[in-house]
């Protein structure tokens, strides 16, 4: 299935809204999915559309949530998501940092308790949308999926680490699960889309595996507690010292709970973020960092690639080829994630005139 992205975003708006949200609501969540197909994540796109509304169903994400500010000094935050919808509670707790990084030259912001709050690049892109240097720390409560160097078993989420540095023509993200690949990744694999690393589960015997039962068994949902194995963590050592960190921070600073046992609320999935925020210009004139920042760009991608017709790419250079991609020709789906979707459609009760043709 190749779909624009329009049709896309209002169809999946009008599964949520028929499904128990406000039509607002409906309209952020759709527009953040389908924003991560356009960006070439499909890990963190239309394909979780079940999922959340299971989950909305079993009252494990609640809608319209207004989220609450429990700490509110002029330079940190503390923002209570409430168990509300990721891209509800989320921006409200970005934008309190940036205005605060705005008014003061830097600022830092806790968020705990937010439903799945999607792509951590989201919210790096909203910092440099606004002219902020932002770094995030996201952890998983309720989601154990990712091995530590060194161990087989569970022990971390697949918290992922984004970072944003604004430059006048160009934003810099850099966003990524510490884990070696993203659970939405093995979910898209699952479901009969990209191919997974060889290397990138490992089963109880420590033996390597890039087949997605080690994660799920043979469940049709795609439960991950119905598989013995797990997602390694990347990176090594350095990636799973990273890992710990956003649990660190994510989830035992913020008050979201860590990965671990006995955090959280129990069958609620929540993602909480430690973000920091900076005015650049406090540091010096951004002309002149970025003059710098565009010398070493060039410098750094001028390195002969390592593979025969290969290159060197920033951060978040191949998230924009695939906005430009698939903003012209449309976003492909996997037969099995667009069954799904429509599969959820029809159980919410939407008319089957409400499902678009493809592209
Ligand atoms: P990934 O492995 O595709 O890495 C993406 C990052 O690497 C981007 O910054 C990208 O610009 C850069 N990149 C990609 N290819 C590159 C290349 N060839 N050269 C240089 N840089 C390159 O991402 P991932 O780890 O699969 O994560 C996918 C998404 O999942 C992220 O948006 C992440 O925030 C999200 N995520 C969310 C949660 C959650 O609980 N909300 C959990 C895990 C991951």
Known sequence: MLIQVAPLKSFVASIFARAGTSEAEAARIAGYLAEANLVGHDSHGVVR????IQWLKEGRVLADVTPEVVVDTPVIGVVDGKFGFGQTVTPV??????????????SAVALRNSGHLGRAGDWAEMAAAAGLISIHYVNVQGSLLVAPFG??????????????VPLPNRPLILDFATSHVAEGKVLVASRGGKKLPVDALIRPDGTLSGDPTTLYGKSEDRNPENGEGAIRAFGLHKGSGLAFMCEMLGGALTG?????????ERGRI???????????????PVEEMAARAERYIEFYKSSRPSEPGGEVLIPGETENRSRAERGAKGIPLPDDTWSSIVATAREVGLNDTAIPQAA
């Open 49 to 52: 559309v079940p999922r959340y």
């Open 93 to 106: 707790a970005v934008q309190l940092g940036i205005d605060k990084a705005l008014m003061m030259g830097l």
């Open 151 to 164: 161990g087989v078993d569970r022990r971390i989420s697949t918290a992922p680490f984004a970072m944003s």
């Open 256 to 264: 979201n709970g860590t990965c671990g046992p006995r955090e959280g």
């Open 270 to 284: 929540t993602n909480g973020m430690m973000s920091f925020y900076l005015r650049p210009d406090v540091i010096g």
